[in-house]
């Protein structure tokens, strides 16, 4: 089944589970947002944002988005000729997040533009378990179950090590991952559970659930420990440019994380915000930076980068 197959990506994560069990030339399609591995950037691009975000701030994307989707509108837009073009056999979308990719009701309506009707798998995971099912789920799709299953069980290794190791510590910080960082948000679905495997706890965080907007006030009294900067969807450079928007919050210096300089900025996009195998990394990245003297980081430098409360000020003194 697995022979000549076209298949046509909406999600980045997906994207890296059909290059993790070894189909990506059978990749015909994907969206402007999936960059890894980077072999992906010479496909065709057949989702695309239907918003401008480039030069918005946290709180400007964060109307629109609500603004858009309160009006029933999507955030994405198919192209429809590419995608008749391609004529795909599968394509691999979900129905979780409306904020994330093209959604059920947008494959309904594009499914009419095509000849004949692809398989559609929809991905929508809330934990890790899911995700290691969905990667079985393409696996089977794609008639690549043994590399589904093999590529699985080595993940569950990493988590394990991670896990187990995790057992001995003697302390769990309090970790809040802020998924969006003007207004603040925090951690929902995977993360909170990824926190805890890593030896953390992330009190804010809604397991299994869509991360929610929270009052500054519940941070404070919360007094996170060790605070992630996490803005669902961005990397690295993304999150440096919008860290000094921890600084407008009253009191922010206040928080144990700030005092103690354990505030990191991470690439989120890359590690956390896409349910794929990279999560796992993900798990690695957080244990190192709740305990980095018992959990190292071999991953790349770039994944995430410490921040002090004095360059939190120099950057927003500068703006």
């Known amino acids: 089944m697995g022979a000549g197959m076209r298949i046509v990506s909406f999600l980045p994560s997906a994207t890296e589970m059909v290059y993790a069990l070894g ?36 709180q400007e994307i964060d109307e629109v988005v609500s603004r858009t989707l309160k009006a029933g509108q999507s955030l994405y837009t198919v192209d429809e000729a590419l995608l008749k073009q391609l004529a795909p056999d599968l394509i691999l979308t979900q129905d979780l997040c409306q904020v994330c990719a093209p959604s059920g ?115 404070l009294e919360y007094a996170p420990e060790v605070l992630i900067l996490s803005p669902c969807g961005f990397h690295l450079e993304q999150v440096l440019r919008q860290a000094h928007l921890l600084t407008t919050y009253p009191d922010w210096e206040r928080l144990p994380a700030v005092e103690r300089g354990r505030i990191y900025a991470v690439d989120a996009s890359s590690y956390f915000a896409r349910p794929g195998p990279r999560v796992v990394d993900g798990i690695e990245l957080l244990a190192h930076l709740v305990h980095p003297d018992r959990f190292p980081w071999s991953g790349p430098p770039e994944a995430y980068r410490s921040l002090s409360a004095e360059e939190l000020r120099l950057i927003s003194a500068k703006r």
């Open 105 to 219: 009701h947008e494959i309904g309506r594009v499914l009419q533009f095509l000849q004949r009707s692809p398989q559609i798998v929809y991905l929508t995971p809330t934990c890790l378990e899911e995700i290691f099912d969905n990667i079985q789920q393409v696996g089977e799709a794609t008639g690549r179950t043994d590399e589904a299953d093999g590529l699985v069980r080595r993940l569950r290794r990493r988590v394990e090590a991670v896990a187990d190791r995790a057992l001995s510590l003697s302390s769990r910080p309090r970790v809040f991952c802020m998924e969006w960082l003007s207004p603040p948000y925090n951690a929902g679905h995977w993360m909170p559970e990824l926190v805890e495997l890593a030896g953390g706890v992330d009190g804010l965080g809604r397991k299994g659930k869509d991360s929610i907007r929270l009052a500054w006030k519940q941070i």
């Open 23 to 58: 189909l990506g030339d059978q990749l015909a399609g994907v969206t402007h947002e999936c960059d890894y591995p980077p072999a992906v950037k010479s496909k065709p691009v057949v989702v695309r944002s239907a918003i401008e975000t480039k030069d918005l701030t946290s």
